[in-house]
């Protein structure tokens, strides 16, 4: 009752102190987006108690229909550090921990698998210290194109294929690895991976969509890619896709306010206040273990630990850092991955975390 009175008091704190940036400010953020071609932006900082957000641009390239402020962007793999988060909370409840042996959950499965997986834990692949191979592009899936069944069923499937393979080496960035993780979420509380999602973020007050943002809503951001030195944009009905069970690895879609305002919770239980997980849990996922934690990249610089991740599709892409020693994570999300766009995306993220007091009002 005491944490959720704790979140109910922080949701309310943070949504009443949205601000924005200088007009300077979102005066270079619309010229970035116009030299490096980026239809569509949305740059936010976070502070423990305040949230700074510009959304700008165009749903896509060739029309001039202007992006809601609710849009929603596709956070491609950041969406490894909400799985890691429900699983930290299934965690805090008893319901499994990081040691959990995949095995013991799937007994089954053990004489099929290759031997190197026998001890494989959650916390392993959660950590992509599993030594599970990485799945990263869409053409390594189009074997899997024919599983059947309910997506539970399919991700069930994937992995028993996934569990006959030779191992990677250990540390290997692995997608595959997140919805094996996800399979055992499923298994230790009898409930779809996408009920505990939902569970979550309806716990939260976060809106969120599963898949391509447009697909949802064809007023919100369609992806581009290049096409022969063209950005053509994916609409709604385009074909690509990712798989359904791949959702824990990298599927989820948010708009700019509630994504800055889980990563809020982060930046607070980082600077140790308790709120939906306790502040220890936070220290845990993005700093519990070095290069990568659990959902979250780490790097020390200058005696200071900094948190971060990526993620892309290959037509949206989302870039997030979190600075705990200055009390800021900068977050900054698109409809486009091109160099040129990513290049651009990071130069606008080092001008808010070099000098945050210079880019907000």
């Known amino acids: 009752m005491k944490k959720s009175v704790l979140l109910l008091l922080m949701l309310i704190s943070s949504f009443g102190?949205?601000?924005?940036?200088?007009?300077?400010?979102?005066?270079?953020?619309?010229?970035?987006?116009?030299?490096?071609?980026?239809?569509a932006i949305s740059v936010n900082l976070i502070t423990p108690d305040s949230i700074f957000s510009f959304v700008n641009g165009k749903v896509r390239t060739a029309k001039k229909a202007r992006i809601p402020q609710d849009a929603k962007f596709h956070l491609g793999s950041n969406s490894k550090a909400i799985t890691a988060f429900i699983a930290k909370h299934l965690s805090e409840q008893g319901i499994i921990n990081w040691d959990t042996r995949f095995f013991q959950l799937f007994p089954e499965l053990e004489n099929s698998s290759n031997p190197a997986y026998l001890d494989i834990t959650l916390g392993?692949?959660?950590?992509?210290?599993?030594?599970?191979?990485?799945y990263t592009k869409g053409v390594d899936l189009e074997k899997f194109n024919t599983l059947k069944g309910s997506t539970s069923e399919k991700r069930y499937a994937f992995t028993q294929e996934i569990l006959k393979e030779k191992p990677s080496d250990p540390g290997t960035y692995s997608n595959a690895g997140y919805v094996i993780a996800a399979l055992m979420l499923e298994k230790s509380t009898e409930k779809p991976f996408k009920t505990l999602l939902?569970?979550?973020?309806?716990?939260?007050?976060?809106?969120?969509?599963?898949?391509?943002?447009?697909?949802?809503?064809?007023?919100?951001?369609?992806?581009?890619?290049?096409?022969?030195?063209?950005?053509?944009?994916?609409?709604?009905?385009?074909?690509?896709?990712?798989?359904?069970?791949m959702s824990s690895a990298g599927d989820i879609a948010m708009n700019s306010q509630d994504y800055a305002r889980f990563l809020q919770l982060h930046l607070q239980g980082l600077l140790g206040k308790d709120n939906f997980l306790?502040?220890?849990?936070?220290?845990?996922?993005?700093?519990?273990?070095?290069?990568?934690?659990?959902?979250?990249?780490?790097i020390s610089k200058n005696g200071h630990q900094i948190s971060y991740h990526?993620?892309?599709?290959?037509?949206?892409?989302?870039?997030?850092?979190?600075?705990?020693?200055?009390?800021?994570?900068?977050?900054?999300?698109?409809?486009?991955?091109?160099?040129?766009?990513?290049?651009?995306?990071?130069?606008?993220?080092?001008?808010?975390?070099?000098?945050?007091?210079?880019?907000?009002?």
Not at 124 to 134: E, R
Not at 205 to 216: H, M, Q, T
Not at 317 to 324: A, D, E, G, R, S
């Open 17 to 39: 102190f949205a601000q924005q940036f200088t007009e300077a400010f979102q005066s270079q953020v619309k010229k970035a987006q116009q030299a490096h071609q980026i239809p």
């Open 124 to 134: 392993q692949l959660l950590s992509h210290n599993a030594g599970i191979n990485a």
């Open 198 to 245: 939902n569970e979550t973020m309806n716990a939260l007050d976060l809106d969120y969509f599963v898949g391509f943002p447009s697909k949802e809503n064809d007023t919100n951001p369609w992806g581009h890619i290049n096409s022969k030195g063209t950005l053509t944009a994916l609409g709604p009905d385009h074909e690509y896709k990712l798989p359904a069970y």
């Open 278 to 298: 306790g502040a220890e849990a936070y220290q845990e996922l993005h700093f519990g273990l070095d290069n990568y934690a659990y959902g979250w990249g780490n």
């Open 310 to 361: 990526d993620g892309s599709s290959g037509t949206y892409y989302c870039h997030v850092v979190v600075f705990p020693h200055k009390e800021i994570a900068v977050a900054i999300m698109a409809n486009t991955a091109t160099k040129d766009a990513v290049n651009a995306i990071y130069t606008l993220q080092k001008s808010i975390s070099d000098n945050p007091e210079n880019v907000t009002e």
